[in-house]
């Protein structure tokens, strides 16, 4: 993460140099961290959001190009700690960067179709904020420029976040002035829990008072994700191997020239890995500025516009999948994908994602159809994991790695399980395991009880039939 924020401070940097007002200036000072922003200790959890962030561009004093900066920010943040105001300053200076990744070159437009996408800002301690970002052109008459409203976050649930974004735009056509009150409310109001309702009463002039219901999905660990756009790029088969690639923590590109495409693609991408999360370098779209991240050494996971197709393939890269999401092909691959996973778990894959899927399904059946077959294959090869790991008296736990996967009766799924123990991906999730003296009552422990009492059930039928 030191490579990325260098690369930031340095793009920072280079636009301080080029004039802009004192103003502006101070608004981009010390980002050499902005990939790694600790959560302030003024945000908190119980907030639908941080801050609404409108970003616009304007002419550098050189040359014909533009720069994104910002030119509305809500909460107004005062009487800050100097750590407050340097963590926001932080925050606040790479922000634009992400809401147009782009590039500079752009042009007044007459049309310009909106699109929603997101960015991921990872912290320090590995927690991530989330830029929801809806881009359009203004109201008005004539060639313009296209803004973008932000909406940054700690919590991951994408539909909600777009429906707000559908209100905010919808205030944005009446008055900047609308949108304050409709996002002080949903700033006073509860996060719902899961399956929960929140309702906000909302005035709007000319039409009065609006009643606004916004829904969490009842499954959470769902609630960032929509793979519909995941299966309208790529077959199951290439779905597969990028996720093959991902347990293996490789680097994987996707390319695409729509930002809301890229996003919701390597979003669904990491989804596939439940229970298990992404810690490595993750941005969905990559600004022109950090394309070198393509050549780190290190595991990434990044989103690349198809503008920018032939920089990515110069770039000296190592074992790197480069997906084309546009063509539904790979570019590049490392050759031994469809050798990863276990013969057998990958057809058993497979076979459940190419039953029952149809356009009647909502959107969170298709995401529970997507991934649960994903899910069955962690509950197949590390689903035993509660049973190796040995508690000392005070209850902190030990996992017995070799025992574990040596518990495996079958050869491939025991090879497998050999190199993946070795992740950072399944390191972490045994380290949060050690420490807690009970397995989390969520949904992958409900679906390893159902695998287990399956298991016995079918031991049962086999004694009787004997």
């Known amino acids: 993460m030191d490579g990325l924020g260098r690369r930031l401070r340095a793009s920072l940097r280079r636009k301080r140099g080029r004039g802009g007002s004192l103003q502006e200036r101070e608004a981009v000072k010390e980002p050499e961290r902005a990939q790694e922003i600790s959560l302030p200790t003024f945000a908190g959890g119980q907030h639908f959001f941080e801050y609404l962030l409108v970003v616009s561009l304007k002419r ?30 932080r925050l606040l200076g790479a922000i634009p960067l992400f809401c147009f990744p782009d590039g500079n070159a752009w042009a007044p437009l007459t049309e310009y179709p909106r699109e929603t996408f997101s960015f991921v800002l990872t912290n320090v301690d590995g927690s991530r904020k989330i830029g929801y970002c809806r881009r359009l052109l203004p109201a008005g008459r004539g060639p313009r420029l296209p803004k973008v409203y932000c909406i940054i976050s700690c919590i991951g649930c994408f539909g909600l976040f777009s429906k707000i974004l559908d209100e905010v735009e919808k205030r944005h056509q009446i008055s900047v002035a609308v949108i304050y009150p409709f996002m002080q409310g949903l700033r006073e109001a509860a996060f719902p829990a899961p399956g929960k309702t929140v309702m906000l009463k909302s005035f709007i002039p000319d039409s009065g008072t609006e009643f606004i219901s916004l829904t969490r999905p009842l499954d959470s660990h769902l609630e960032h994700v929509d793979f519909s756009v995941l299966l309208r790029c790529l077959s199951f088969e290439q779905i597969l191997q990028i996720f093959a690639s991902a347990v293996l923590e490789r680097r994987i590109i996707f390319l695409a ?3 809301s495409t890229l996003s919701q693609c390597i979003h669904a991408a990491a989804a596939l890995l439940y229970p298990f999360s992404w ?3 993750y941005i969905p779209v990559v600004p022109e500025s950090l394309l070198d ?28 999948l480069l997906v084309n999401l546009c063509e539904g092909t790979f570019l590049m691959s490392v050759g031994d994908e469809k050798d990863i996973l276990p013969p057998k778990l990958q057809d058993d894959i497979l076979d459940s994602l190419g039953q029952g899927t149809n356009e009647s399904q909502t959107s969170e059946q298709l995401n529970e159809h997507v991934s649960g077959p994903f899910v069955q294959f962690f509950v197949k090869t590390v689903g035993h994991y509660a049973s190796y790991i040995k508690r000392e008296a005070d209850g902190q736990g030990h ?4 025992a574990f ?33 009970n397995p989390p009552a969520g949904y992958f422990q409900r679906k390893i009880l159902e695998y287990e009492e399956q298991k016995k059930q079918k031991k049962s039928r086999e004694k009787t039939v004997k």
């Open 60 to 89: 550098k004093s050189s040359g014909d190009d533009y720069e994104p900066i910002i030119i509305y920010q809500f909460p107004k943040r005062e009487n800050l700690l100097r750590g407050q105001q340097e963590e926001e300053e």
């Open 257 to 259: 020239e729509g930002l």
């Open 279 to 281: 810690a490595h370098t």
């Open 293 to 320: 991240t393509v050549c780190c050494p290190t595991p990434f996971m990044v989103g690349v516009q198809m503008r920018f197709q032939q920089q990515v393939m110069d770039s000296p890269m190592e074992e790197v």
């Open 399 to 402: 996992f017995q790695e070799r």
């Open 405 to 437: 996967y040596k518990a495996l009766t079958s050869k491939t799924n025991r090879r497998f399980v050999k190199k993946f123990v070795k992740t950072q991906l399944f390191s972490l999730f045994i380290q949060e395991a050690e420490k807690s003296r």
